[in-house]
Every structure is written in C-alpha cells, then in structure tokens.
C-alpha cells in the first residue's frame, strides 16, 4: 500500500506506466455497481465505494497538466475505462436518491470519458500512421 501511495504522490521512473494511476478509479466505481445491483440500495457501503471513486476521480484530475506534457503511449488506454465505470456509477447514483449535483457530474464525466476516448483513438491512429506503435524501448 505505501508504494501505491507513493507512486502518487512523486514522479514515477517511467513515464508510460503514469496513465495506469487511473486505473485506481475502476474497482470503488465497479463496487459501487455490482453493491447496487445485488442490494438495490445506494445507503452505507455504496455511498462509500462512490465517493472514494469521486475522490479519486478528482485528485487525478489535478495531474492533467503533467500528464499533457508527456508522449503518447498505449498505456493512455488506461485512462477509458476508470472513467467510463465513474460515469456509469454517477448516473446510478444520481437515478436512485436523485442527489441535485449529480446529473452535472455525471454529464461532465460522460463528455470527458467520450472526449478521452476519440482523442485516444486519434492519437493512436497518429501513432500508427507515424510507426510508433510496438517499438522497442
């Protein structure tokens, strides 16, 4: 646990593996979904797995700067599922208390994720185009 804190909290030694931190949106966000599925309910252990994902969501938020400044890796992929599992989640919780932010977030987090997801299909199409997909190190 103190390395995955760590490796937020400094540079890492490579900059390809960066993207990967967002994979730490994905399993609060999918909790939070399958906890909902099997209860139906949005109380105690579901409120808790979405806000650790919204805080998560956020704080990797604030490396987008650094994160522009880097090159394009594969590894950028990383970046579509977290967030397509917290828009999901956002609209799953905002259909059943019906919380009033929620639909803001929710549409901000679904123009993101389609946002993310055509500007990587771009630039790995770019990448492809300039041959430098699947190169050695």
Same mark, same amino acid.
């Given at each position: 646990?103190?390395?995955?804190?760590?490796?937020?909290?400094?540079?890492? #030694?490579?900059?390809? #593996?960066?993207?990967?931190?967002?994979?730490?949106?994905?399993? #609060?966000?999918? !909790?939070?979904?399958?906890?909902?599925?099997?209860?139906?309910?949005?109380?105690?252990? %579901?409120?808790?797995?979405? $806000?650790?994902?919204?805080?998560?969501?956020?704080?990797?938020?604030?490396?987008?700067?650094?994160?522009?400044?880097?090159?394009? $890796?594969?590894?950028?992929?990383? $970046?579509?599922? #977290?967030? /397509?599992?917290?828009?999901?989640?956002?609209? /799953?919780?905002?259909?059943?208390?019906? $919380?009033?932010?929620?639909?803001?977030? %929710? /549409?901000?987090?679904?123009? %993101?994720?389609?946002?993310?997801?055509? !500007?990587? %299909?771009?630039?790995?199409? !770019? /990448?492809?185009?300039?041959?430098?997909?699947?190169?050695?190190?």
């Amino acid at each position: 646990m103190a390395t995955s804190v760590g490796s937020l909290t400094r540079a890492p #030694p490579r900059q390809a #593996p960066v993207p990967t931190l967002c994979i730490l949106i994905a399993p #609060p966000a999918v !909790g939070f979904l399958s906890w909902v599925a099997l209860t139906g309910s949005v109380e105690g252990t %579901a409120r808790v797995l979405f $806000y650790f994902a919204l805080l998560m969501t956020l704080f990797l938020t604030t490396r987008i700067p650094r994160l522009a400044r880097m090159p394009f $890796y594969l590894s950028w992929w990383a $970046y579509s599922f #977290p967030l /397509a599992a917290m828009t999901v989640a956002s609209w /799953a919780m905002y259909e059943r208390p019906r $919380y009033e932010p929620l639909p803001a977030i %929710a /549409a901000l987090l679904l123009a %993101a994720v389609t946002l993310v997801v055509a !500007g990587l %299909a771009l630039r790995t199409v !770019g /990448a492809i185009a300039q041959r430098q997909i699947c190169r050695p190190e």
